[in-house]
């Protein structure tokens, strides 16, 4: 903890309020307004033609939160391993664990299925800000024009999808200060690859994660199918065959999912003091379940692993953003600087902005502190913990949504969202019912504990326990079926109306609640776009073009140099190696979670592994989460490396970018290579890339 405060200190003394022009390599940036002239002033380079469309027609975006990148023309796709885990999982068995044991497809026709991945590789961006402002006007209220943008952006999509028949999200940028078309090409037919052992993806375990040094081989490859074939890409990353070397320039291409650096001090206030110690309530009860659950025995372990792994990581997250937020020093300076930035825009906004802003924004936070558990519990689904549910959740307001409108529909059952939606309710994923009795006993009791006078958890339990609601609505139900849940989505609202399944019924009952608490949530985000629009477009005329937009999980260019930092009065190198991995799992006594694969050892022992290799290197790129699998690329976009995380002190980077300490972690692209050729013997696949 301590490491993070003294990060949270160094950050405070550099950020502003609001957003601020780029500091050092910092900054998440548009692919239609990189950075070129700090690239070309600050580090001498200057991208030559088509260099950032290549990179980022390369780049891919992976629907379960990640990122990814195209390595070869054939569809070869590089992402980690902890990015595929769902997969892993989901093709795993009692006699196949793939998450634990790896993964490995000599030829394409042992490339394994995934059930229910979609990736999304972006083919054109399109300002639309004047398209979607042009629907509302003058005087109207905060809260109608959110609504009367909403059904702007769904027209807007649906022309686009009618038009060119691909994905097309209209993006919200600056928290409401510009609208943007992202058209995407998807890929729902994706293969597994290459896979290596959870051991070695995640060696070190938990209390390794967000530190540095680390010694993992974090990566995995897929393929992308079209027509049954493997698909042939247009561009595609090389692979670099010297690395990178400390003080190299190096850019990522990813997919951030949120930042909060343009948010006001009421919003930072919201989050520190509301949001973030809700969510880590949530999350630390359930890693304990989890831990509780897994101890049971094998398949226990086995069905819960990847949850597990992801409730950890997000928890650690939030206990490092949530430090940051309480340090004092930095609010106090967020405060001060706020207050200079509302003194110029009085002097110099070329605009009125009577409407107090900050005023309206800090109104809208009072309100979402009221609201957040119902949001939380019923509209998120945290008190029904259960695939089956999900499953009946999404069937109910498939039937009512489709009746509408598609401009009045909510977002993910536009036209424009359909498919990918249907791909997760259609998933032939395997169900596990144990897991899901005790996932749904759990969360309603947690449900119970944190609103104990919310009317509907009675109504739910109906006089029983938690557990016993559970396994009636577990063992009772055929969500499990996807034939049955074809049938239910075909019926339409009829259908659902008539059915007597235990999980429709539930929802049923949820859903009006549920709808109400949204309502609440969007009319609230209605206000804070319309509010940060017009401080956005303050913002835009004292900077220009030389502000980026906060994170929003669309595809951003990053860059930096990599480089070492100091910490506690010691030098932490740029790069460790894969010898570096054996003396790091013999100083932790070689037990899990420091105990490396038997492929590792029996490589070491034969002689034939280079123990000198960098194995992971770090780096002054601004990544966040959802960057896990991004590609690390030189000047020449050749892949040096792979994202897959970032150091304790990082973490704060969620409000601001800090050089000081702050880095991305990757896998370095010759750890890669040298364990796919001597370790695995994945011939092919070491062809394929040299080849590509």
């Not at 504990?449 to 109906?462: A, C, D, G, S, Y």
């Not at 937009?549 to 260019?557: E, G, I």
Request: charged share 25%; proline share 4%.
């Amino acid at each position: 903890m301590s490491m993070i405060k003294n990060a949270a200190l160094g950050l405070a003394s550099l950020l502003a309020a609001g957003a601020s022009l780029a500091r050092g390599d910092e900054g998440m940036w548009v692919f239609n307004n990189p950075p070129l002239k700090t690239l070309k002033s600050v580090h001498g380079f200057e991208p030559p033609p088509g260099w950032a469309q290549h990179l980022r027609s390369a780049a891919v975006r992976f629907n379960n939160g990640g990122s990814g990148s195209f390595v070869s023309r054939d569809g070869l796709i590089m992402t980690n391993h902890h990015v595929g885990a769902d997969t892993l999982a989901k093709l795993g068995s009692s006699t196949k664990d793939y998450y634990r044991d790896g993964f490995l497809a000599q030829t394409h026709d042992q490339e394994a299925k995934a059930p229910d991945l979609e990736l999304n590789a972006l083919v054109e961006i399109t300002d639309v800000t004047a398209r979607v402002n042009a629907e509302v006007k003058p005087l109207t209220d905060d809260i109608e024009a959110g609504r009367l943008k909403r059904e702007a952006m769904a027209r807007i999509e649906k022309e686009a999808t009618d038009k060119n028949g691909l994905r097309n999200d209209v993006v919200t940028l600056y928290q409401g200060g510009q609208y943007h078309l992202y058209t995407y090409k998807k890929y729902t037919d994706v293969r597994l690859v290459f896979a290596p052992e959870f051991d070695i993806a995640f060696f070190g375990g938990d209390p390794d994660n967000f530190e540095y040094p680390r010694y993992d081989l974090d990566v995995c490859f897929f393929r992308a199918y079209e027509n049954d074939k493997p698909a042939r890409v247009e561009h595609w990353l090389t692979w670099s065959k010297d690395g990178s070397r400390e003080g190299d320039l190096v850019f990522v291409a990813g997919h951030p999912g949120q930042t909060n650096r343009l948010n006001t001090v009421a919003s930072l206030e919201y989050l520190r003091d509301v949001q973030f110690p809700l969510s880590l309530s949530y999350l630390r009860d359930r890693e304990a379940f989890l831990l509780e659950y897994a101890a049971k025995g094998a398949e226990q372990a086995r069905h819960s692993k990847e949850e597990l792994f992801g409730v950890q990581n997000s928890r650690k997250a939030r206990v490092g953003g949530l430090e940051g937020l309480k340090n004092s020093a930095f609010m106090e300076r967020k405060k001060k600087a706020e207050s200079e930035l509302k003194a110029w825009y009085a002097k110099h906004a070329t605009f009125d902005l009577a409407r107090s802003p900050w005023d309206n924004i800090a109104g809208a936070q009072e309100r979402a502190a009221k609201v957040i558990k119902p949001n939380f519990y019923l509209e998120r689904g945290r008190a029904f913990g259960s695939s089956l549910y999900q499953f009946a959740h999404t069937l109910v307001r498939l039937a009512a949504e489709s009746t509408k409108p598609n401009q009045d529909r909510l977002g993910e059952y536009r036209e424009s969202s359909l498919k990918s939606l249907e791909l997760g309710l259609f998933s032939p994923a395997p169900i596990y019912p144990e897991f899901e009795e005790a996932q749904l006993a759990h969360s309603l009791a947690d449900w119970r504990k944190m609103m104990p006078q919310e009317p509907l958890v009675e109504q739910v339990l109906k006089g029983r326990t938690p557990a016993q609601a559970a396994h009636e609505l577990v063992s009772t139900t055929k969500m499990g079926d996807v034939a049955h849940r074809r049938a239910l989505a075909a019926a339409g609202g009829a259908g659902i109306e008539q059915s007597d399944d235990p999980m429709i019924k539930l929802a049923l009952l949820v859903d009006p609640a549920a709808r109400a608490a949204r309502k609440i949530h969007e009319d609230i985000e209605g206000i804070e776009a319309a509010n940060y629009a017009l401080i956005a477009r303050a913002l835009f005329e004292q900077k220009g073009n030389t502000l980026y937009p906060d994170a929003t999980f669309t595809l951003r260019l990053a860059y930096g140099i990599v480089k070492g930092y100091e910490q506690a009065g010691k030098q932490i190198p740029a790069y460790t190696t894969i010898g570096g991995a054996f003396e790091h799992s013999r100083a932790h006594g070689q037990e899990p979670p420091y105990a490396l694969p038997k492929s590792w050892i029996k490589a070491r022992d034969s002689g034939v592994l280079k123990l000198d290799t960098a194995l992971n290197f770090v780096s002054t790129a601004d990544i966040i989460g959802g960057n896990s699998g991004s590609p690390v690329v030189n000047r020449t976009n050749e892949v040096v490396g792979l994202i897959f995380d970032g150091n304790i002190q990082s973490l704060v980077l969620d409000f601001g970018y800090d050089e000081a300490q702050a880095r991305a972690v990757s896998v370095d692209s010759r750890a890669i290579l040298e364990a796919l050729k001597t370790i695995y013997q994945a011939k092919a696949l070491v062809a394929e890339l040299a080849g590509s």
